[in-house]
């Protein structure tokens, strides 16, 4: 089995764990939660040209009314969803992390929401890393080849104070985390400096 093959297989078996767990949530009465799914949610943030709505403050909005309420009876279940569902998109460089980093400063205090969504974010990229140093190699030079020499040359002019300039890109939108999370394996950056980097830049 090729390593794209394995890859693809890999996201499809997580995201099947996640939607069995998400299926077997307590059940309760509340309008505000008709309709809410994985699905819901990346619909939510993907552009209309790709088949989605393109609507993050709805989206968001919804996710909230539903989880606000859906907490007050099953708080455990509603965090170890967060968690779960945050570190397998972010894991797969699939679009929602933004949604539920929103969603987290509606749900829970401030120092909560922010300890919360770095843990999340942090582990999901580094398991993207991995999963991009040891199987996404041959998709990311035939996907992303121009990105990737420009990072590559970006990486080497700043190898001499290489934390601060990963530390940068997490604090600024001048790439996007997805990318950066796929590519840095790619381009000889350090684990260890790339999950320093990625936690004080996202927390």
Known sequence: MSSTA???VLALA????VYVFLSHAPVVDIPACQGMSLSFMIQGVL????????????????????????????SNFVVSSFALV???????????????????????????????????????????FLLSHYLGRNLALRL?????????AKIADNRSNLFYYMLFLRLTPLLPNWFVNVASPLVDVPFGIFVAATFIGIH
């Open 47 to 74: 552009p209309k040209f790709v088949g989605g709505r393109d609507d993050k403050l709805g989206t968001v909005t919804a996710l909230w009314k539903c989880a606000s309420l859906y907490q007050e009876q099953h």
């Open 144 to 152: 992303l080849p121009d990105m990737l020499a420009s990072f590559k």
């Open 6 to 8: 394995l890859l693809g």
């Open 86 to 128: 945050y570190v397998s998109l972010q894991t797969f460089a699939i679009p929602g992390p933004l949604v539920l980093s929103i969603l987290s400063g509606a749900l829970y205090p401030f120092f909560y929401a922010n300890l919360l969504v770095a843990v999340c974010a942090t582990t999901g990229a580094s398991l993207c």
């Open 14 to 17: 997580v995201l099947t764990g």
